[in-house]
């Protein structure tokens, strides 16, 4: 079993920053692919961005390019999102996953996060 933990969530201005944190406990961390997904009321999951296990290789929507990064600290079992120049549509509940490949299907990730809310204000 693997327990995802956010946090970091929170109202922000738009054009302003946040950084989301995933904290990750239980089966080895440092082997999986960790991502980030979203989801807006009346939406469906939407995948955000994601890193392998190396942290050498990272994917974006291309919705959140060059205004989002993702890195992960394996030795801290935690994976971030750095937020800037955030849009009212960024609004949504964040959530992190772990699977085994690094994939933008929201099936391939086994464990997930309860998520933490992001609201930006126009």
């Known amino acids: 079993q693997v327990q995802l933990v956010e946090s970091g969530g929170g109202l922000v201005q738009a054009g302003g920053s946040l950084r989301l944190s995933c904290a990750a406990s239980g089966r080895p961390f440092d082997k999986n692919a960790m991502a980030w997904f979203r989801q807006a009321p009346g939406k469906e999951h939407e995948f955000v961005a994601g890193?392998?296990?190396?942290?050498?290789?990272?994917l974006y929507a291309d919705s959140v390019k060059n205004r989002f990064t993702i890195s992960r600290d394996n030795a801290k079992k935690t994976v971030y999102l750095q937020m800037n120049s955030l849009k009212p549509e960024d609004a949504a509940v964040y959530y992190c996953?772990?699977?085994?490949?690094?994939?933008?299907?929201?099936?391939?990730?086994?464990?997930w996060g309860q998520g933490t809310q992001v609201t930006v204000s126009s």
């Open positions: 996953a772990t699977g085994n490949l690094l994939l933008r299907w929201r099936g391939s990730y086994e464990y």
């Open positions: 890193i392998v296990w190396s942290g050498t290789s990272q």
